[in-house]
């Protein structure tokens, strides 16, 4: 038997002798069994509505309370991530996007033209966007560089638990992840044979697809509780030519 299943039997057992001995001792001292049977058939009686209170609205509410903390704790997880890597990485890809404009027609909005409509819009814009990573624009030097120097920042992200609850976020750090080995493994970048080529540049999209929507999504989480961090980001928005992380008036 396992320990921790050991110790439920153990304390229920224990749990059930000091209820028989306890209605005994009652019994012993008033000698009166109507009494006893009463309160014993009226407290089996309420078990189905305390279950209900217990199980279906008070369990139902505390993991509701602790699935928000954990979602804010993801969230805050997903920002560092983005000021780290994410939004760096998807300014790289980004160059070499041969449909950018789409996506800086949807996503180079002025931060104060942000509105809950037009987040919608633009994911619903997402959509209709087919990226296309020409890896030939890509410095993949530079970028296998980038992605080792945050190897080991990647790597703890990957070992907190919390980021499983988020299932496109988990898939995205597969993929970058995945993206950061396949560059590793190979020695010269400067002169791989086109069907090579045409593996990075799949492993590219498929970072790249999946960060633009991820960071979408995390500029509506900003918005709507940290519009200090929202500003922020907006002036270093990766699809707005004109941002500046500069205030200008």
Same mark, same amino acid.
Request: aromatic share 10%.
């Given at each position: $038997? ?22 005994? *001792?009652? =019994? *012993?001292? +008033? ?21 209900? /209170?217990?199980?279906?609205?008070? !369990?139902? *509410?505390? &993991? ?25 990485? $998807? ?15 949807? *996503? ?19 959509? !209709?966007?087919? /990226? ?13 560089? +980038? ?23 988990? !898939?995205?750090? +597969? ?5 950061? &080995? ?6 010269? %970048?400067?002169? %791989? ?14 970072? =790249? ?8 999504? =995390? ?19 990766? +699809? ?10």
């Amino acid at each position: $038997m396992k320990e921790e299943t050991r110790w439920i039997v153990l304390v229920g057992t224990a749990l059930v002798g000091i209820a028989i001995f306890l209605t005994v *001792l009652h =019994y *012993l001292i +008033f000698q009166d069994l109507h009494h006893i049977a009463i309160y014993f058939l009226g407290d089996l009686a309420f078990i189905p509505v305390e279950v209900l /209170c217990v199980t279906l609205i008070i !369990d139902q *509410l505390l &993991e509701s309370r602790e699935k928000k903390q954990r979602m804010e704790k993801l969230n805050m997880v997903i920002g560092i991530f983005f000021s780290r890597v994410g939004t760096p990485l $998807m300014a790289r890809l980004a160059t070499a996007d041969t449909c950018v404009m789409p996506l800086r027609n949807e *996503l180079a909005i002025r931060p104060g033209d942000w509105t809950a409509d037009r987040f919608r819009a633009a994911q619903a814009g997402l959509s !209709d966007w087919h /990226c296309k990573v020409d890896p030939a624009h890509v410095d993949r030097e530079a970028l296998r560089e +980038f992605l080792q120097s945050n190897e080991d920042f990647l790597l703890r992200i990957m070992e907190n638990p919390t980021i499983f609850e988020h299932e496109s976020f988990t !898939d995205l750090m +597969f993929a970058v992840t995945h993206l950061e &080995e396949e560059l590793s493994a190979r020695g010269d %970048l400067s002169n %791989l044979p086109p069907t090579d080529l045409a593996h990075l540049e799949t492993d590219m999209e498929r970072v =790249y697809s999946q960060l633009v929507p991820e960071w979408l999504k =995390y500029m509506e989480y900003l918005r709507n509780h940290y519009p200090y961090l929202f500003s922020l980001a907006m002036r270093q928005n990766p +699809f707005d030519k004109m941002a500046s992380v500069v205030v200008m008036g």
